[in-house]
């Protein structure tokens, strides 16, 4: 990009308190990020919303901590293998979009993000299920879809979450304590290695969980409808979907 381009890019941000640049940007400005701009950090006052998606960013720096405004961050289809930990001093942020990068890990300091809402990890080279974000308490959506998961532990029950997804990963093994999560609505665990013994009674007949998305696993969906608990499951799916039709 030209220093003219971004220039202009940065005034405007400067005044709007977004700064949007992807690689599928438009053609006049297009280029590849490598780095985090450099040049940001002259708007960490006053910028609220960043998009560097479809870019070759390896990774963040640790100034990244200085955007004190930051409510929404995305990243998506980068090549980040990981997160600095100063992520963690982003107090204000709401929105953390990370899909399709290669993220084997999370740092311990993610659970200072106290006004996080949605985390989006999606695509990811993550093998073990992230703990210590049950800190979170604002935290609406998890999103750990296409990673590389083979277990969801005990510890899953700290989450304040509505929402998980955990399709598309190569669990077999899905801890009971997933039904005491005192928010969770909709629970999605496709296309991944469980076998009927695998589900617990308790999503059934002891959860909130409202939507429970299991096709593509070891076992036909309708061998659900045998299990204990599935008229109480049905009692809440339906009610939810009288609820929003």
């Not at 297009?30 to 560097?52: I, K």
């Amino acid at each position: 990009m030209g220093n003219s381009a971004l220039k202009s890019h940065l005034e405007t941000s400067q005044k709007t308190g977004v700064f949007q640049l992807t690689g599928k940007g438009l053609p006049a400005v297009r280029h590849v990020w490598y780095h985090f701009p450099e040049e940001l950090q002259r708007l960490t006052a006053n910028l609220r919303t960043v998009d560097l998606s479809d870019n070759k960013l390896e990774s963040l720096p640790p100034s990244i901590g200085s955007y004190a405004q930051l409510r929404s961050l995305t990243l998506n289809s980068n090549r980040l293998g990981g997160l600095p930990a100063e992520i963690g001093k982003l107090k204000k942020l709401e929105t953390l979009s990370l899909s399709s990068n290669r993220i084997q890990q999370l740092p311990l300091t993610m659970d200072q993000l106290k006004s996080l809402r949605t985390l989006i990890l999606a695509g990811n080279r993550i093998s073990e299920f992230p703990t210590g974000l049950g800190a979170l308490r604002h935290l609406d959506l998890l999103d750990l879809s296409r990673n590389q998961l083979q277990s969801v532990p005990p510890e899953v029950s700290e989450l304040q979450v509505i929402e998980i997804n955990l399709n598309q990963n190569q669990i077999s093994l899905l801890s009971a304590d997933v039904s005491r999560c005192p928010r969770l609505k909709v629970l999605r665990v496709e296309e991944n290695c469980l076998d009927l013994a695998a589900i617990p009674l308790s999503i059934l007949n002891e959860s909130q969980v409202s939507l429970f998305s299991v096709e593509g696993n070891l076992f036909e969906v309708k061998c659900l409808r045998d299990m204990e608990g599935y008229d109480k499951y049905m009692e809440r799916f339906t009610a939810t979907k009288k609820k929003f039709s």
